[in-house]
T-cell receptor, first 113, second 114 residues
Framework: EADIYQTPRYLVIGTGKKITLECSQT?????MYWYQQDPGMELHLIHY???????EKGDLSSESTVSRIRTEHFPLTLESARPSHTSQYLC????????????FGPGTRLTVT | AQTVTQSQPEMSVQEAETVTLSCTYD???????LFWYKQPPSRQMILVIR??????QNATENRFSVNFQKAAKSFSLKISDSQLGDTAMYFCAFMNTNAGKSTFGDGTTLTVKP
């Protein structure tokens, strides 16, 4: 399996709480991505980064924010969680070899009550 | 903008038989990659097979092969000698190499029956 990690794997939290989902990769990849995926459904790109200090919003509007201070670390933050944020969040990165394969983390399943 | 369409939400196949999953896409780009990813139940998404748009030859990877029809914008996945471990959700994905972003289809849930 790829060297890309996400914590926590599961999170149940109350409305209004601030949460940070962690994503780290040890492969030295520059490009990293966050996707939102409802169970059994397609992936929607919510944020991406081409490298340190680079972040962009994806195709699906999201109330979350991201940062990229180190190459290996790409955390996603929700300032005030709501039930509509309940979903699975997948982190991914792309290698530098020009083949564009995405390596995915195991995902964080978030439930906001 | 790119779109990716998988018209088969669910499919099933008997173990050891062959199954084909369909995918069509729409783009005005010339430089792109196409992928099939596999997401087993409660496990990480992994790459099944990759196709570079500039290559005419269809990609193959052991029991997995694609039928890439660039003019028709079609990219189907054939799984031969299906195994129980092939049970998963399969996503077709388009990578715009200029933008460095992917678009995924809705997915096809494949069940391999013993």
């Amino acid at each position: 399996e790829a060297d890309i990690y996400q914590t926590p794997r599961y999170l149940v939290i109350g409305t209004g709480k601030k949460i940070t989902l962690e994503c780290s990769q040890t492969m030295g990849h520059d490009k990293m991505y966050w996707y939102q995926q409802d169970p059994g459904m397609e992936l929607h790109l919510i944020h991406y980064s081409y490298g340190v200090n680079s972040t962009e919003k994806g195709d699906l509007s999201s109330e979350s924010t991201v940062s990229r201070i180190r190459t290996e670390h790409f955390p996603l933050t929700l300032e005030s969680a709501r039930p509509s944020h309940t979903s699975q969040y997948l982190c991914a990165s792309i290698s530098r070899d020009g083949l564009y394969e995405q390596y995915f983390g195991p995902g964080t399943r978030l439930t906001v009550t | 903008a790119q779109t990716v369409t998988q018209s088969q939400p669910e499919m099933s196949v008997q173990e050891a038989e062959t199954v084909t999953l369909s995918c069509t896409y729409d783009t005005s780009e010339n430089n792109y990659y196409l992928f099939w990813y596999k997401q087993p139940p409660s496990r990480q998404m992994i790459l099944v097979i990759r196709q570079e748009a500039y290559k005419q030859q269809n990609a193959t990877e052991n029991r997995f092969s694609v039928n890439f029809q660039k003019a028709a914008k079609s990219f189907s996945l054939k799984i031969s000698d299906s195994q129980l471990g092939d049970t998963a959700m399969y996503f077709c994905a388009f990578m715009n190499t200029n933008a460095g972003k992917s678009t995924f289809g809705d997915g096809t849930t494949l069940t391999v029956k013993p």
